[in-house]
């Protein structure tokens, strides 16, 4: 428990590939192994330490047993609580940064044909 006083910031990447229990699991465990289990602290997501998602929810589809675990999908009521709480968590992130300049690709072709498919398009 002595590790987890220090943490402060978790970077998740690729979270896209993230199911809703597995978010909710994660919550759980971090705020378990950083403020101990009590009634009082059950709804303290990730235990109270910052997290920040990072990923393109267009990239890399999710690794999920079946299509009610993915993040973006609306909780139904046959859900199971694990799930539903993990949609909760998903749902309250409030702040969303968008980034739109790509810095990354230096082959001219391949970034041209990235940009085509922002744009919605694609050409031979």
Sequence with gaps: QQFWRYIWLLINDEYSMLEKTFLYLMSTHMAIARLGWTSENATDFFGRISIILCGDLHQFPPVVSNASEYLFHPTVATDKDSCS???RIYESFETVVILKEQIRVIDDV???MLHHLRAGRVEE
């Design 110 to 112: 391949w970034l041209q």
């Design 85 to 87: 709480l993990g949609r």
